[in-house]
C-alpha cells in the first residue's frame, strides 16, 4: 500500500516537476514570476481538448501542436506584456503576470463555460499495468516519462547548445552577456517559449487522465511557485528534484491525512523550507 | 587617562575561507577627526560594518563610550550616538530632502513639532535650506553624499563614521565637504572616523591616520607620520614601484 | 493638509446613499466602504511598509469567523465579537509574519498567499465551526447589539461609513507621523533606515498587527450584512486579490488610492454580476485582470500616478504661458 502511495507520488510529482521547470527558467533568467504560468497549462490542455474534440486527434498526437500554441502564448506574453514591466518594482512584474492570469482564466471561462471536458477516449485511457500488488497507470507512466524526458531535453539544451549558453550569461548579467554580443532581447523571448513548451508538453500529457476546465492550471501554476522556491529559482534539476517531493507529500498527506490537505501541506513545506533555506533545498 | 570614545579591539571578519579584517585594533578619542585609509579591499568598509552593527565580526570587540557593541544591531548602535554614512548613498529617494532628514530627527524628537525644528537647524547646517522640498531622488551626488550626512545628524549622534563621503566630489564640493566636517567637529563636537581615499582633503583635517591593508593595520600616526611611513608608500605603490622610487630618489 | 479633499469625499459618500434610495445602490455603497476599507487597511503593511500581501483576506476571514461563532454559540454581541477578532488577527498575524519578514519580496508575497490558503484548509475541516458547510448567522429582530437589520441597508451603511472613516483616519495619522517616515524609509532601504535608528522588524509588526487588526473589523460587518459564512467565501484568494487590486489601481501607498480604485471596481464587479447574469462573473474579472495588465506596464503608479502627471503638465504649461 505504503509502495503505491509513494509510486503515485513520484508520478504525479514528475508532471508537477515539469511545470515547475518551466517557471524556473523564466524566474531565474528575468526574476520575473509568470503567475500565468498556470494558466498556460490551462490553455495547452484545452487545445488538446478541442484538437480531440473537433479532429478527433489523439492527445499524444496534439502534443507537438499544443507545444507551438503555448510557446507562441509564451512569447506574445512576453512581448506585449512582461517586457513592459521588467524594470517596475517587483510587485508590478508580479501584478501584470496575475492580472493576465485572471483575464485569460476568465476568458476561457467566458469562451468554453466552466464544464469540465473530458478527453474520453486516447490511446492511453484505462490502460495499466500491473506488477505484483502495485498498478501503474499507463496515462500517468507516460505523462511522467514524458516529464522527465521534457525535463531532460531542456537541461541538455540549457547545458550544451549556443543558445543554452547565452541563456546561462544573460541570467547571470545582462549587461555583460550584451557586450558579448548576446542578442538578449532574443533569449528572453526564446525562454519564454521554451517555458510555454514545457508546459505544452505537461498539458497535453494530462489531458488524457483530468478534465479540462478554465480552474484546471490554476492550482498547478500555484504549486509550480513552492516548487520552484523550494529548489532554489533558476535551478532546473532543483525544481525536479522538488517537484517529485511535492508530489510525494502530496500522496502521502493525503493517504495520512485526506486529502483536502494536499495544498496546504505543500504549502507548509514551503514555509518550513524557506525558514532555515532562505534560498531553497538547492539554491544558489 | 579617559577611555576612547570608540575602541577596536582584534576585531577579524572572514567570509567564508577570506579574511577582509584581520585582528585589527585602533581607537578613537572623543573630539577627534580619525582618517582610516588604505588601497582598494584593504577592508575599511568591513571594519566599518563591523563596528556599525551590519557585520557580526568572527572575533574580536568593539566598545562605544566603553560598552560593548559588538554584534549589537544597527539601530540600536545609532541610538546610543554612533552612527554612520554608506559609501554608496541610500537617499530615500520618494521623499523630499526636508522629509528625509525628517526620519533621522524622528530618533531623538518626541513630537513631529520638534523634529521639523531639528530638520529646520540640520538643513541650516549642511546649507540644504533651499533644497529642502526637492525630491532626493533627483539631487545631484555631491547634493546626495550631503543628505546622507544630514540625515545621520539629526539624530543628533556622538560620532559619525563617514564611509567614502568625498568620493567623485569635484574639487568645490570636496572643499565644501572638508568644511563641513570640520565644522561639525568643532563647533559641534562630533567625534569622526573617515574612510577615504581623497588624500588631499583628508590630510588637513586629520588628527590622526589609520592605515589598513590587505585586512590589517599597517600604520598609525599623524598625517605627517602617515605620507612618510616606508610600509604605507609600499602598500600604495607597490613593491617594485617603491624600488623605483628609491633608485629614482637616489641618482637626483 | 489636504485634508479638506478627504473630508470632500467622506459628505459625497455619506449623503449619497441617502440621495439615490435604489436598493442594488446602496447594497454596491455597503461594498465599496468595506473594499475601500479593506485596501486602506492593506496600504499600511504593503503600500507604507513595502511586504506586499497576497493573503489579506486570512484576516478578512478571522474576523468574519470570530464574530460569527461567538453570536452562534455563545449569543455574544458581534460588536464584541469584532473586537474581539481584531485581537485576533493581530496576534496571528504577528506569529505568521515574524518568521517571514526576513523573505524577500516575491517569497514573502507567496508565503502570505500560503498562510491564507492553510487557514482557509483549517476551517474546512474544522468541525466546530461547521468546517465546509459554513455557518448561518441566527436571524433576530432588527437590532443594534446584535447588529443585524432587516428592514433597510441603510443601518449597515453606517456602521461600514464609521469602519471606513476609522480606518481612513488611522491611515491618515500614521502617514504623517513618525511611523508613517519609518515605514517609508524601511521601505526603501533596510539599512540607510537601521544608519537611522530604525528598527525594520518591530515597525513592520507594528503594521502588520494595525493592518490586520482593522481589516478583521470588516470581516465582521461582512459577516453580519451577508448573514452568511463559509471558508471558501471569506478566505478567498479572490478577496485578497481584490483588496491588491483595487488598491493599486488607485495608487499604491497613497491615501486616496483605494478610494478610487473601489470607487471603479466595486461598482464594476457588483453590476456585471447584476445584468450578465451568470457569466457576469467571469467578465467584471476579465475586465479586473486586463486593467490590472495596463495598470502594471503603462502607469505603476494607478490612477493617482495618472492625475499626478496630467497635474504637472498642465503647471508646466501654466509656467510657460506665463512666462
Partial sequence: MLLQVLLTGVLIGSVYSLVAVGLTLVWGLMDIINFAHGEFLMISMYTTFWLYALLKFDPLVSLPIAVGVVALVGVLTYKLVVKRVANAPGLMALLATFGLSLFIRNLAQFLWSPNYRFVSESLLTDKRFI???LIIGLPQLVAAVGSFAMTLIIALLIKKTKTGRAIQATAQSKDIAELMGVNTERIYAITFAISGACVGVAGALLANTFPVYPESGAMYGLLAFVIVALGGFGNIWGAFYA??????????????????FKYAIAFLIYLLVLQFRPKGLFGW | MPKPMLEAKNVTMKFGNLTANNNVSFFVDKGEIVSLIGPNGAGKTTIFNC???????????VYFEGKDITGLSPYKITSMGLTRTFQIVKPLKEMTVKENILTGAFLRASSRSEAEKIADEILKITHLSEKKDVLAGSLTIADKKRLEIARVLATKPKMIMLDEAMAGLNQTETKEAMELCLNLNKQHGITLLIVEHVMEAIMPISNRVIVLNAGEKIAEGSPEEIVNNEEVIKAYLGERYHAKSK???RRV | MKNRALYLIFAAVLVLPFAITNVNFQHVMIMFLIFASLGESWNIITGFAGQTSFGHAAFFGIGAYTSTVLFYKFGVSPWVGMLLGAGIA????????YPCFRLRGHYFAIATLAVAEIIKQLFVSWDYVEGAT????????????AMQFHGSKIPYFLIG??????????????????????LKAIRESHEAAEALGINPRKYKLLAMMISSALTALLGTLYAQYILYIDPFMVFSLEISMKIVLLSVLGGLGNIYGPIIGAAILIPLSEYTRV????????IDLMIYGALIVLIACFEPRGIIGLLKKRGKKRGALYAKTNA
Avoid: C, H
Avoid at chain 2, 556599525?52 to 570587540?61: C, V
Avoid at chain 3, 493581530?90 to 509574519?97: K, N, Y
Avoid at chain 3, 504623517?176 to 519609518?182: A, D, R, T, V
Avoid at chain 3, 445584468?275 to 467571469?282: I, Q
Fill in chain 1, 243 to 260: 517537484g517529485i517531493l511535492i508530489g510525494l507529500a502530496e500522496t502521502l498527506g493525503g493517504f495520512y491525512l485526506g486529502t483536502q
Fill in chain 3, 134 to 145: 459554513g455557518i448561518s448567522i441566527p436571524v433576530v429582530e432588527d437590532s443594534f447589539i
Fill in chain 3, 275 to 282: 445584468f450578465l447574469g451568470g457569466t457576469g462573473k467571469g
Fill in chain 3, 90 to 97: 493581530a496576534v496571528i498575524s504577528v506569529i505568521v509574519s
Fill in chain 1, 131 to 133: 506488477i505484483g500488488d
Fill in chain 2, 51 to 61: 563596528i556599525s552593527g551590519f557585520y557580526k565580526p568572527f572575533s574580536g570587540r
Fill in chain 2, 247 to 249: 633608485q629614482i630618489n
Fill in chain 3, 161 to 182: 461609513f464609521a469602519l471606513f472613516f476609522l480606518i481612513v483616519m488611522v491611515a491618515r495619522s500614521i502617514e504623517k507621523s513618525k511611523m508613517g517616515f519609518y
